[in-house]
């Protein structure tokens, strides 16, 4: 069965660079999520996207931007980057309609700011 | 709000020895509570989860876990681990009412199964 993708798996960028990923739901999916996930650390939530809208806003930086685009697919762009934006990214997706509907992850994509 | 505490930052085990993995919430609604697995730079894989009905319920890979609204628990089992099972676990809340509710996650615990 199709997974969440997840592009690139891994990224190394310099301070004061620009980076952006990218996410591609499952499909039908309508809800798409990003999570920092630093060395160690529980995974913490970003932002979540719903039907190309902004559900649901975490502790995201404000050098940090998204979108979910018509078809679906979602990019988290990240500016100004700095040594602790060095994470694992996750996106992830769900569907609504069904109660408690499970969300999927991705492998995640690792940045490394240096 | 919703948060998620899990009690153990560590759990060793010997192989083939029974285990559980503590997780308790704090909610002022109902909730949905799922398991997650993370395996050394690998991405989160769904263990199980809970929504309603039976309070007991099986995941994959022979976990199972329990839910006890009293105590706002959510505890996770396995009768007999495998090296294989060592992984980061996570325990984690959703709102009940919300379909595009984010996820919580707990701190989580690090299953160590020695041999």
């Known amino acids: 069965a199709a997974g969440v993708i997840q592009s690139p798996r891994h990224l190394i960028k310099e301070k004061r660079e620009t980076a952006t990923l990218k996410c591609y739901p499952i499909?039908?999916?309508?809800?798409v999520y990003w999570y920092q996930q630093g060395p160690g650390q529980d995974p913490q939530f970003l932002i979540s996207?719903?039907?190309?809208?902004?559900?649901d806003k975490g502790s995201i930086p404000d050098r940090f931007s998204a979108q979910q685009f018509s078809d679906y697919h979602s990019e988290l762009n990240m500016s100004s980057l700095e040594l602790g934006d060095s994470a694992l990214y996750f996106c992830?997706?769900?569907?609504?309609?069904?109660?408690?509907?499970?969300?999927?992850f991705g492998e995640g994509s690792w940045l490394t700011v240096v | 709000a919703q948060s998620v505490t899990q009690l153990d930052s560590q759990v060793p085990v010997f192989e083939e020895a029974p285990v559980e993995l503590r997780c308790n919430y704090s909610?002022?609604?109902?909730?949905?509570l799922f398991w997650y697995v993370q395996y050394p730079n690998q991405g989160l894989q769904l263990l199980l989860k809970?929504?309603?009905?039976?309070?007991l319920v099986k995941g994959i890979n022979g976990f199972e876990a329990e839910f006890n609204k009293s105590q706002t628990s959510f505890h996770l089992r396995k009768p007999s681990v495998h090296i294989s099972d060592t992984a980061e676990y996570f325990c984690?809340?959703?709102?009940?009412?919300?379909?595009?509710?984010?996820?919580?996650f707990g701190q989580g615990t690090t299953l160590q199964v020695k041999p």
């Open positions: 809970y929504l309603s009905g039976s309070t």
């Open positions: 996207f719903y039907e190309k809208m902004q559900s």
């Open positions: 909610s002022s609604v109902s909730v949905y």
């Open positions: 984690a809340v959703r709102r009940g009412s919300s379909n595009t509710g984010k996820l919580i």
């Open positions: 992830a997706s769900s569907i609504t309609g069904t109660s408690g509907n499970t969300i999927y």
């Open positions: 499909p039908r999916h309508d809800t």
